[in-house]
């Protein structure tokens, strides 16, 4: 992650990812990631019939170059 960043941030470019669950955005958070977006889906799991939704978030995260802030509308302006 760290090489990642300080690559983007050498050419003045923004990270983008997605994952999964409120504890990988929280680990990616700390690497200066912001949630632009976000989406929960409930699936029926397939071998355990009966067993009801099984909800999934999936979070939408970017970070800015030499950490700059993240807007709400930066976000939306990238399509996330």
Known sequence: MRAVSKAADLDGLPCYLECTGERNANIYGRFGYKVVSQQT???EKDDEPGSGPSPH????MLRPPHGQPVTQSEGKEKGV
């Open 57 to 60: 978030t999936t979070y939408f």
């Open 41 to 43: 889906l409930s699936l």
